[in-house]
């Protein structure tokens, strides 16, 4: 499905437009600004600046070892970067916290599965929820009461994310026993469960089959259609990149080569040059 | 063969969230409870509450409160005898300056001032982890013993050997010599049914996942809002309140006068350690079997060895450690999740039996 | 104000007047400190090749001695003393290597995979079925053992030193370097590094795993045969020698867990510093400090350095 385009339709003061299907792109919520990470003698990102509007589906790609997701690390809090900015929601900070960052609504997935591998499914969604629980420990040391009545309100909305990705036969499945595919769902979901803002995927459909690839696609629209949530994504699968993102960057050692919509960035000469000898799938 | 879930729908996420959601789980509990409370204190005397119940009890509840912190939080303490010894001087020292106290306030209150010790020296869990870790809290066990045996102030300056004063609750003697057995299983059955209850609620609830994150990713958990400081250090006070009212039953309730290098020494540490490898980490039944095992084993081993075989008591100890020890080794390779697993796959196999499949 | 008196002036003043007594102090913590390494090597070595902290090593040193004196007892009164020494101690050895070889093939490869702090705890219950094994063997009375080392003390201008410590520290200085010349110069040294450094890699190449365990645990054992003789001769082989195990810890958190000669510095610093804190501080409501000093002045070193003083660094990958 064709998603992207043209932002030549009328915009109002903020930059937010319509695109063709219907969906609101609104002003950009996330700028980072001449960002420089360095570990020890290696360069991990050189002086990267781009911006994530509100509701697109951005997408972050360029070959192994270009820093991408040293990026989302950046933007998560994970990293600190030794010089440059974020701008989040308006807040310019020169670093991001992680504590900060998943109060402010950026969620996040790993490539290698950072699922809690000793609970099940539904707890570790329910682990997506703790930033909004709020009762008292002494009230969960009697549990009836307030603390179930939180538990049981939690407990609806993640149903709805269950429901949403069709994971309800392994609820109770101790996640370390998922394939690999239906662990990448269930992070997800623990993604999802924070109503975040903006989610930011690292490689989401790394080691999928089609089939598995086409479900999570679709799941990524969805999130992005029905509650106007912000992605982020990297990832390696061309033809995924080209259908999902409204707009994409190229990084390549660690600087920006490219930045612009899918058609822009794919017939980009410099884009070009960076994958040759590099085999994408 | 003994009974199934099958025909049991819930209807609600609220029946479905219940402690235990198998209404025969809920009779055979009830029943449990019922011979516990009602028929156990009829009957009880003072050889099966010294040598058996009593320390079954209590061992459940240490266990309870070192699994918290070791199976549900994933931190390692080698500290639980210096924790106990917290909780049974501190409830000496508070009987002896206000011996107006009522037993159940002083009991919690040893409970808290375990706590607070607990989470200074949890301290160091926010920068180190595994088995430095574990030296970290064999600084504790090894300090806090020292302290109850050299400082006089804490055994008012006395013998270091500290007995406790009676006390009543309702009228009826529960702590010194003359109170009875009955009495004083019976209260340390309350008090341990009431905070394994608690306990129980806080793991299901977002408390017990909180830990249970920490444990398993703790880099992920930060990344979700959950912050490391404070579930650890929540981790180790409620782990550590638990481990210190158990040493002020065990001082007030079970051995009646304990001197801290003989009643709290490393030895209890890995004694509490033990209980809950065998038991199941990350288990409140596996505390119970664990706690089980090894306060009852010693008891079977010498009433086979000593009593049938003619076996020295001394041999009967070394046999003790030997078993001990492999059964440590067996459970780490074929059931870290021990007893409470076992017992669970054996449920879930006597649901088929006798069909193999 | 007598607490702070005792705690900051007494004991200065106590060192100033008398160095003699200082000096004699300081000696009696370096050979204390030198046994305490030899323990720290063995968990070192077998740190360093396999990955796994053995808490059982100090009760490999109470169980090698236990097993030396038994041996030594069953032999009786009829051969020379020296060769009734010479095969107690090859006897000895290779209880030991038979001991390495179960322990690889009964603990260590079931539990390949496992991460590190179940190893641990199965150390734990190792070092419960070594000490009960051996106590049911040998008996748990306290033994002598009597190998002819020289137990004069000589008098150097004042001060008092034991020749059973100068021979331990000999004994501990050659250990360290003979093991050093083995990992270094040696094809089995070499391929013991590469273990140390990626299992993965040195499979890959070749290099048998389980042989290489065996002979660790081994050298680790033969270690820890001398640690149990040294402490032996000076203090008669009873249990409390498993529980030295204990205070190699804090050295091997000072000293690095991954590093030799960290052990044995380590080793030296906390038997120096124990003993001058049991002797000068002993004010300090009635002496015993050092059952802790040693594990306080570790956890100072974790809050502050935890990888020690010549340890690797320790890092968290993502």
């Known amino acids: 499905m064709d998603s992207t385009q043209t932002q030549t339709q009328s915009g109002a003061e903020d930059g937010s437009f319509v695109t063709p299907d219907g969906r609101t792109i609104g002003a950009p919520i996330l700028e980072v600004k001449d960002i420089i990470v360095r570990f020890g003698g290696v360069t991990a990102i050189d002086g990267v600046s781009f911006d994530v509007r509100k509701g697109e589906i951005r997408a972050i790609i360029g070959p192994n070892g270009a820093g991408k997701s040293s990026m989302l690390n950046v933007i998560n809090g994970f990293y600190k970067p030794n010089e440059g900015t974020i701008n989040f929601k308006g807040e310019i900070l020169p670093a991001m916290e992680p504590y900060l960052a998943a109060s402010n609504g950026i969620a996040r997935t790993f490539q290698n599965i950072a699922l809690f591998k000793g609970m099940s499914t539904l707890d570790n969604l329910m682990t997506g929820r703790m930033l909004k629980m709020k009762t008292g420990f002494f009230s969960h040391c009697i549990y009836f009461g307030a603390a179930q009545k939180e538990e049981l309100e939690h407990r609806e909305r993640v149903e709805h994310v269950i429901d949403f990705l069709e994971i309800n036969d392994i609820r109770r499945t101790p996640v370390g026993r998922l394939p690999y595919g239906l662990q990448k769902r269930v992070e997800l979901g623990r993604a999802l469960a924070m109503e975040p803002d903006i989610l930011l995927l690292d490689e989401p459909m790394a080691g999928m089959n089609v089939e598995e690839k086409e479900d999570m696609s679709r799941f990524v629209i969805e999130v992005n259609e029905e509650f106007g949530t912000t992605v982020l994504l990297i990832e390696h699968d061309m033809g995924v990149v080209m259908d999902l993102s409204d707009r994409v960057v190229v990084l390549d050692y660690g600087r920006k080569i490219a930045d612009g919509s899918p058609d822009e960035v794919r017939s980009n000469q410099a884009v070009i040059d960076a994958y040759l000898g590099v085999s994408h799938d | ?357 | 104000m007598d607490f702070f008196q005792a705690l900051l002036i007494t004991p200065f003043v106590i060192m100033w007047e008398d160095p003699l007594f200082l000096t004699e102090t300081l000696i009696k913590g370096l050979m204390a400190g030198v046994l305490y390494s030899l323990v720290a090597l063995g968990f070192v070595l077998i740190f360093k090749a396999s990955g796994v902290f053995n808490f059982a090593q100090g009760v490999f040193a109470l169980f090698a001695a236990l097993t030396l004196t038994g041996i030594m007892d069953m032999m009786g009164d009829g051969l020379p003393k020296p060769l009734v020494i010479i095969i107690a101690l090859g006897l000895t050895v290779a209880v030991m290597v038979l001991l390495a070889v179960l322990v690889e093939r009964f603990v260590l490869r079931p539990l390949v995979n496992q991460e590190l702090i179940i190893l641990f705890m199965a150390t734990l219950g190792l070092s419960y079925v070594l000490e009960g094994a051996g106590d049911l063997m040998w008996g748990s009375d306290v033994k002598v053992i009597d190998l002819g080392l020289p137990t004069d003390v000589w008098d150097v201008g004042g001060v008092f030193v034991e020749q059973l410590d100068l021979v331990a520290a000999i004994t501990a200085g050659s250990m360290v370097a003979v093991l050093a010349v083995f990992f270094n110069k040696t094809r089995i040294g070499r391929a013991l590094r590469a273990v140390a450094d990626d299992h993965q890699a040195a499979l890959s190449v070749g290099i048998s795993l389980q042989q290489i365990w065996v002979i660790v645990w081994s050298v680790a054992g033969i270690v820890a045969l001398v640690a149990g003789i040294m402490w032996g001769s000076k203090s008669g082989v009873q249990f409390s020698l498993s529980l030295i195990a204990l205070k190699a810890l804090p050295v091997l958190i000072l000293g690095g867990f991954t590093s030799i000669p960290g052990a044995i510095i380590g080793g030296l610093i906390i038997g120096v510093g124990e003993k001058v804190a049991e002797v000068f501080w002993f004010d300090l409501h009635g002496g015993a400090v050092e059952n802790w000093f040693a594990y306080m002045l570790a956890l100072v070193f974790l809050m502050f350095r935890p990888q020690g003083l010549f340890g690797d660094k320790i890092i968290e990958r993502v």
């Not at chain 2, 013998?159 to 009228?171: A, C, D, H, K, M």
Request: glycine fraction near 10%; charged fraction near 10%.
């Open chain 2, 1 to 357: 063969m003994f009974y199934r879930e099958t025909g049991q729908f819930k209807s609600t996420y609220g029946d479905d969230q219940a402690l235990f959601p198998i209404i025969q789980d809920r009779w055979l509990l009830g029943a449990i409870l019922l011979v516990a409370f009602f028929v156990v204190p009829f009957i009880i005397n003072d050889y099966w509450a010294n040598a058996i119940l009593l320390p079954f009890l209590i061992y459940s509840l240490i266990a309870l409160g070192l699994n918290i912190l070791v199976g549900y939080c994933g931190q390692i303490s080698l500290g639980t005898g210096g924790f106990m010894a917290v909780g049974a001087y501190g409830s000496y020292k508070l009987m002896t300056s206000f011996p107006e106290l009522n037993i159940v306030f002083v009991i919690i209150a040893s409970g808290g001032f375990a706590a607070a010790v607990g989470v200074l020296f949890g301290l160091p869990s926010l920068r180190i982890k595994g088995f430095y870790l574990a030296v970290a809290t064999l600084a504790a066990q090894f300090f806090l013993i020292w302290m109850f045996n050299k400082v006089g102030w804490f055994y008012n300056y006395e013998l270091s050997q500290i007995t406790s004063p009676p006390r009543e609750v309702f009228g009826v003697l529960v702590t010194g010599a003359k109170a009875s057995p009955a009495a004083q299983y019976l209260f340390t059955l309350c008090i341990v049914a009431v905070f394994t209850w608690i306990a129980m609620n806080l793991v299901r609830g977002r408390v017990g996942r909180g830990w249970m994150a920490i444990r398993d990713m703790d880099i992920a958990a930060e990344l979700l809002g959950i912050r490391p400081l404070q579930t650890k250090l929540l981790a180790f006070a409620v782990s550590s309140f638990y481990i210190g009212i158990g040493g002020a039953l065990i001082f007030n309730l079970w051995l009646g006068s304990v001197e801290a290098t003989e009643a709290f020494d490393i030895l209890q540490s890995f004694f509490v350690l033990f209980a809950i490898i065998i038991g199941g980490l990350g288990s409140v039944l596996g505390s119970f079997l664990g706690a089980a095992f090894m306060a009852l084993m010693p008891v079977i081993l010498k009433l086979l060895l000593v009593d049938g075989f003619s076996v020295s008591a001394v041999h009967a100890k070394h046999v003790e450690f030997i078993l001990v020890g492999s059964l440590i080794i067996f459970f780490l390779i074929k059931e870290p999740h021990g007893l409470a697993r076992i017992w669970g796959i054996t449920k879930e196999k006597l649901r088929l039996w006798p069909f193999p499949y």
